[in-house]
């Protein structure tokens, strides 16, 4: 069964880091772009950042360029997200997704296989 966990979400201050991982189980990520996506309450679900299979590419939303960083660890089966100088508008679910054999792309419904999601809030 292919499966993706997100962990590491919580609640931190403005301006506090957390960092986000992705695991999969019942498959390797080595052969997929895994994307990064946040949904706040009555908003869309959008793109935060990508990185492909190789981990030589990756892609940021503007909103977050200059304080997140995603990397990958193929030999853990993991990729990770560092979240920077976190402002109240990065508060949100985060999910990851992959998408196999592909560039990175910040659009959701070409992703295969999502995670179930974790809260990040950014509050004082």
């Known amino acids: 069964q292919l499966q993706l966990a997100e962990s590491g979400g919580g609640l931190v201050q403005p301006g506090g880091s957390l960092r986000l991982s992705c695991a999969a189980s019942g498959f390797t990520l080595d052969g997929y772009a895994i994307g990064w996506f946040r949904q706040a309450p009555g908003k869309e679900r959008e793109g935060v950042s990508c990185i492909t299979g190789s981990g030589r590419n990756t892609m940021y939303a503007d909103s977050v360029k200059g304080r997140f960083t995603i990397s990958r660890d193929n030999a853990l089966n993991t990729v990770h997200l560092q979240m920077n100088s976190l402002k109240p508008d990065d508060t949100a679910v985060y999910y990851c997704?992959?998408?196999?054999?592909?560039?990175?792309?910040?659009?959701?419904?070409?992703?295969?296989?999502w995670g179930q999601g974790t809260q990040v809030t950014v509050s004082s």
């Open positions: 997704a992959a998408l196999p054999f592909s560039s990175c792309v910040f659009a959701p419904r070409q992703y295969d296989y």
